[in-house]
């Protein structure tokens, strides 16, 4: 006993002597850090006093100044706090050049690196963080994680370790270190740094991670990044990266790590934007934080898919058989002939009347139907067809009017005909005839018009049938809107277009009239700033588009993402097992017709970093049912917990409320409760008072999220949502970390064990 005690003593006292080691580093970086900052803030004030000058060359040099002034000061403010996660232990390298980060770029060890006695020199040692700094001899003190240099640290293994001896993650709170864990990539070698033998310390860095509590907010796993997901995040951008993984093979993290990693790599290439599509939400609000994180904001935007219509907010759920009618491909050809159907409501004008040379003319019912048709013969938005319409009215006019043929000199034919058209298009009664025979339509308003069951089933006729029109009309009835009337609503801005509208006055800058510069430039050009925030605002198409979860989108939500990247390169992440959308191969018809005929590259991730195996096994029996032949990743840890099962005792909300309670007392971190989605109001009210730590969340909601534990509640009453509900199912039993109980009605058929029938081998 006084032995081990003594070797426990040895093992603290070597762990903290290498935790003063981290910890002057981190002195250094941070001293360097203030400097940077006092730097940045040089050069604001500076550029601000520049504005005094009074010339319009000075102010633009001013604008230009604090712009790239102010985003530096920024990012050095964010990345402020725990920057520094990891280090790397490096032999000599092959060659000697110098990356522009002032690492060597060597990958290999050098001939002769390792002595024949199997002894080395450490030549190098990297710190990783998540931004770049540099000393005052432009001597690295932190790799950004994004540089080539900093590669090693994320796909070195024991197998095939290059030049990495010891790869460390260092945990640290503002400017403590708080701990380190070591991972040895050559065990065999021994190792000296300064002539001392290289110390390793703790068990392993990613299983220190994973076991940490989770938040409402997902962070990011910079620290903990492996190899396979590594390739994805630095894989080349051309074309489309597909990427396919199981729950908890981290598809979410990679892809904002990869929208991160593509801006530092290319930052002008990816000046028009970076667009990450999510699924929810929830999944917006629990992934938007790592970004900023990672050294990037700004240039990339996070939208929910009922997000992405400006001025418009998905707050519903559909229906499985509504959302399979408004979903569909076939909704393309309903929406078409709604937008010119929609051209006849409100009492549309049977009969125009004009007065011209002194004559009255008119054009009736049939001839109006006419001309409307031969209009709406091409296939041009709808709105942008009123100047046709206006021309083939007068054409119309001028031929009834019998003028045509009053003069063979054709330049006095064509004065005639312009003196008839301005005379026409002055009078009142002309204009208003065609604000309400040719309207300009709005997307909201063709959508409120197909609330009508009547006139929907008009449009819809040999399309939908009667059920469909009848549960689709009353669907769109409600207050709100759903993510497929989104979609919807976008198809709709297509087919109708938009006529341009007069750009917004910008008000002068303050400054300007400080100068006396108002008289001579009474709008002042765009600054470099106000330019690139008013394009941010307006932007509707991206250098890249990011797709998470794709494997959820509809037909009409692909063609909705696909006009937001008609020139971007692609990421699209997803997994078909989890799929919530009732017809895969429609939906991968629309993806292909989205992503077009760029090539595409594509990578597996097979590694479950979420689930213990005693989760991940049970959720497997639910893959076998809802995929049959599909294989489910590879759990990396055992914790030695199993499932638990209940059976609902005296109510359902109790019986939750009892088993949320228990697993809070059990876990550090958060609790969801999935249920299916008709229960999501009810099980709000089930856990009310038992804290923040809990929430209950749709079947449908749960998507990409993940808890410390889990209680899933009747997982039949999920199976039979929608034909895609075994697959939902299968997401629900795979979002804990540590711990999951399974809660089982009447309609479960519980064992006398409590295990449903779904869930029994």
Do not use: C
Request: glycine share 8%.
């Amino acid at each position: 006993m006084a032995a081990q005690a003594q070797q426990e003593t040895a093992l603290d006292s070597l762990r903290d002597r290498e935790i003063g080691v981290e910890q002057e580093h981190l002195d250094r970086v941070y001293l360097r850090l203030e400097e940077k900052i006092h730097e940045a803030e040089f050069l604001m004030n500076d550029a601000a006093q520049r504005g005094q000058v009074g010339t319009p060359g000075a102010l633009a040099e001013r604008d230009a100044q604090v712009f790239r002034a102010g985003i530096h000061l920024n990012r050095l403010n964010n990345e402020f706090e725990d920057f520094l996660f990891g280090r790397i232990d490096l032999l000599l390298g092959k060659d000697g050049k110098k990356g522009p980060d002032g690492a060597y770029t060597a990958v290999e060890p050098a001939e002769g690196a390792v002595r024949d006695d199997n002894t080395a020199d450490i030549a190098e040692t990297l710190h990783i963080g998540r931004i770049g700094v540099l000393d005052q001899d432009y001597t690295p003190l932190v790799i950004d994680w994004r540089a080539p240099a900093a590669a090693p640290f994320y796909r070195s293994t024991p197998v095939d370790p290059g030049r990495v001896v010891r790869r460390r993650v260092i945990r640290s709170k503002g400017r403590k270190v708080l701990g380190v864990e070591d991972d040895l990539m050559r065990p065999e070698l021994k190792a000296l740094l300064g002539g001392q033998e290289l110390p390793v310390i703790g068990d392993g860095a990613l299983m220190a991670a994973l076991g940490q509590a989770r938040s409402h907010t997902m962070r990011d796993i910079v620290a903990s990044i492996q190899a396979e997901q590594d390739l994805v995040i630095r894989a080349p951008a051309a074309s489309v990266t597909y990427v396919e993984g199981g729950p908890g093979t981290g598809k979410t993290a990679v892809a904002l790590h990869r929208a991160a990693y593509l801006l530092y790599q290319d930052r002008r290439r990816y000046a028009g934007g970076i667009l990450i599509v999510s699924p929810t939400p929830l999944l917006v609000a629990y992934t938007e934080g790592v970004l900023p994180s990672l050294g990037e904001e700004g240039q990339v935007a996070i939208r929910a898919i009922g997000s992405l219509v400006e001025g418009a907010e998905a707050t519903l759920y559909d229906s499985p058989s509504v959302a399979r009618a408004k979903g569909s491909s076939r909704m393309i050809k309903v929406l078409r002939k709604a937008a010119r159907g929609a051209l006849e409501l409100n009492d549309s004008p049977t009969r125009l009347r004009v007065v011209a040379f002194g004559r009255r003319l008119e054009l009736e019912a049939e001839e109006l139907a006419g001309i409307r048709r031969a209009v709406l013969g091409g296939t041009a938005p709808v709105n942008l067809l009123r100047p046709r319409a206006r021309k083939l009215l007068l054409d119309a006019l001028w031929e009834r009017s019998g003028a045509a043929g009053r003069h063979s000199d054709p330049e006095l034919a064509a004065e005639l005909r312009s003196s008839f058209d301005e005379d026409i298009t002055s009078e009142d009664s002309f204009i208003a005839f065609l604000d309400a025979w040719w309207p300009e339509l709005t997307p909201a308003a063709v959508l409120a018009a197909m609330a009508d069951e009547r006139r929907l089933g008009r449009w819809a006729r040999r399309i939908m049938n009667p059920g469909e029109v009848r549960r689709v009309a009353r669907s769109l009835r409600r207050d709100g809107s759903s993510v497929h009337d989104i979609a919807m609503l976008d198809e709709l801005q297509a087919i109708l277009g938009a006529p341009a509208r007069p750009r917004k006055k910008r008000d002068l800058d303050p400054l300007d009239q400080l100068t006396g510069l108002e008289e001579l430039m009474p709008v002042r050009e765009e600054s470099q700033r106000e330019r690139a925030e008013r394009l941010a605002a307006e932007r509707t198409e991206y250098a890249h588009v990011i797709v998470d979860e794709a494997q959820d989108l509809t037909p009409m939500q692909w063609r909705m993402v696909g006009r937001r990247g008609r020139h971007a390169t692609w990421t699209v992440v997803g997994d078909p097992a989890q799929s919530s959308w009732s017809d895969p191969d429609e939906a991968a018809e629309a993806r292909d017709e989205a992503l077009g005929t760029r090539p595409r590259r594509r990578f597996e991730l097979t590694v479950n970093y979420r689930n213990p195996a005693e989760i991940a096994e049970l959720a497997s029996k639910v893959l076998a049912l809802a995929m049959p032949g599909s294989e489910s990743p590879r759990a990396v840890r055992s914790t030695g917990v199993e499932p638990r099962f209940t059976v609902v005792e005296d109510t359902l909300g109790e019986t939750v409320r009892n088993e949320a309670a228990r697993l809070l007392e059990r876990v550090d971190g958060t609790v969801g409760v999935v249920v299916a989605m008709q229960r999501r109001e009810e099980a709000r009210r089930w856990l009310a008072g038992l804290g923040d730590r809990v929430v209950a969340l749709g079947s449908l909601e749960a998507k990409g999220l993940e808890y410390d534990a889990t209680v899933v509640v009747s997982p039949a009453e999920i199976a039979d949502e929608s034909p895609a509900g075994l697959r939902v199912l299968y997401v629900a039993l795979t979002r804990a970390t540590q711990q999951l109980t399974v809660v089982s009605a009447q309609r479960d058929e519980p064992d006398a064990a409590g295990v449903p029938d779904l869930l029994r081998d």
